[in-house]
């Protein structure tokens, strides 16, 4: 026998972004289950990191319509001469590169050990939201979304590709925490899309409240920085002091 049908508030999808996951993830079929099952695949994926981010910045780096982004202002980080758009000294070393770095870590390792609360769903929401130009936007990024798009893609691609080839767990179990990053990235694309597709028009109050969002998780986010930040000038080594230099710079802005 089919089971009642439920009822969705269309508006509310576009204002609480708790309700929304909850409707999404009911909908793929991301559960409590795969949330632990992604934080069970820390110890491993924590090891993945470095590798993944840079097959990142390398795909990047193969398109000059992807590459031209990081001649444009960053959330967060002041690019000069940014209106040229030139790229011809953005490198795998340049400071915009070790910038968008250290925030695609940062952001793996947070998928690999936040609480799944309502804090960590704005944080993903804030970064569908910083990549484009909506009116409440106040960064200066702006990236189409067929490219956020393809990207997702290609993430999703080389993680399962990783996971695939470990030998942590047996074969149920790693083809379960794969299913589980499938569907968490098929989940934060809908928080990208929901910036880019005008199913409705927000309200002037929604508006705000997105805006006043965006400047709360910045907030965060440079708290984190800041503290990373101390932690590396107590360690003490020349990485430490160099990133802790950069981090300034960005907590400066």
Same mark, same amino acid.
């Not at 990142?56 to 982004?69: A, C, E, G």
């Given at each position: ?10 508006? &509310?999808? $576009?204002?609480?972004?708790? $309700? ?22 820390? #110890?491993?994926? !924590? ?7 840079? !097959? ?10 992807? +590459? ?24 795998? %070393? ?6 968008? %770095? ?13 609480? +799944?609360?309502?804090?960590?769903? %704005?944080?993903?929401? +804030?970064?569908?939201?910083?990549? #484009? #130009?909506?009116?409440? %936007?106040? =960064? ?18 080389? @993680?399962? !590709? ?11 179990? &790693?083809? =379960? ?8 990235? +098929? ?12 199913? &409705? ?10 805006? !006043? ?13 800041? =503290? ?5 000038? @107590?360690?003490? #080594? ?16």
């Amino acid at each position: 026998m089919p089971q009642p049908q439920k009822h969705i508030d269309h508006d &509310r999808l $576009y204002t609480d972004v708790q $309700y929304r996951y909850e409707y999404v993830s009911e909908f793929i079929g991301f559960s409590k289950k795969d949330q632990d099952l992604i934080h069970q695949s820390a #110890t491993v994926v !924590a090891g993945l990191v470095p590798t993944i981010v840079d !097959a990142v910045y390398d795909k990047l780096f193969n398109y000059d319509i992807t +590459w031209s982004h990081f001649a444009q202002d960053q959330d967060g980080l002041k690019i000069k001469d940014s209106k040229s758009k030139d790229t011809s000294n953005v490198t795998m %070393k340049s400071e915009v590169i070790t910038f968008r %770095k250290t925030m695609l870590t940062k952001y793996l390792k947070k998928l690999v050990t936040s609480d +799944w609360n309502l804090s960590y769903l %704005k944080y993903l929401d +804030w970064v569908g939201h910083i990549h #484009t #130009t909506t009116p409440m %936007k106040k =960064s200066s990024i702006d990236v189409e979304y067929i490219h956020c798009n393809a990207l997702f893609g290609y993430l999703s691609g080389i @993680v399962v !590709a990783a996971l695939q080839k470990t030998t942590e767990w047996d074969d149920t179990t &790693r083809d =379960s925490i794969i299913q589980a990053y499938v569907k968490f990235f +098929w989940f934060q694309n809908d928080l990208f899309s929901k910036y880019y597709v005008k199913d &409705r028009v927000l309200s002037d109050k929604e508006k705000a409240a997105v805006a !006043a969002e965006e400047d709360a998780q910045k907030n965060e986010i440079r708290r984190e920085l800041r =503290s990373e930040s101390l932690l590396n000038a @107590v360690v003490g #080594t020349a990485a430490g002091f160099a990133l802790g230099a950069f981090l300034y710079k960005y907590l400066a802005l």
